[in-house]
Each structure stands twice: as C-alpha cells, then as structure tokens.
C-alpha cells in the first residue's frame, strides 16, 4: 500500500514559494471567512490551499483531476491597504 501524509495547509511566505499535485478535491464556503478550499495529492502528501479572489478566479479554469502548480508571486498593490497575494497557476500534463 502507497500512504500518503496528511499536512496542513500550503501558506506562501516568500515569491517563489509553490505547491504541484493532483487536484483532488475543490470545498466552498469553508471556515470563518466562507472561502474556497482547494485539496492537492503531491508527490508525498495530501496538502490545501485557501482560496482567495485571485487564486479562486484563476482555479476556475480547472477541474478536479487535473494536475496543477500553483506559484506565489508576492504581494501586490490594490485597492487595499495592505494589498493582496498573486498567484500563477499552471495545468500539468502528464
């Protein structure tokens, strides 16, 4: 039997930070704030990935199955204060 490890959520802290798997698995509405929740199988683990309205604009071109890799970019800009996290998100072929 192939096991894999349960982690806890995938939280960028510099640019560059990544995270690639299957996506196995899309939630909505979850926790406090009603956000999405996005599930990827990794090389080695099971691991999520909370949504944002960058990150969940961008996942909305992919389905369960797909294989993606999702890059922070850093903090940007905006109409906000502190300004906001982006994404790059890439579809894996196998």
């Given at each position: 039997m192939n096991w894999k490890k349960l982690t806890g959520p995938f939280?960028?802290?510099k640019k560059g930070d990544e995270i690639s798997?299957?996506?196995i698995k899309v939630e909505e509405e979850v926790g406090t704030n009603l956000s999405m929740f996005y599930t990827l199988e990794t090389e080695d683990s099971i691991s999520g990935v909370w949504g944002s309205t960058v990150l969940d604009?961008?996942?909305k071109l992919f389905e369960v199955g797909n294989y993606?890799?999702?890059v922070f970019l850093g903090l940007k800009e905006g109409n906000?204060?502190?300004?906001?996290?982006?994404?790059?998100?890439?579809?894996?072929?196998?």
């Open positions: 939280i960028p802290e798997g299957k996506l604009e961008k996942m993606v890799k999702i906000r204060k502190e300004g906001y996290k982006d994404f790059e998100v890439h579809i894996g072929r196998e």
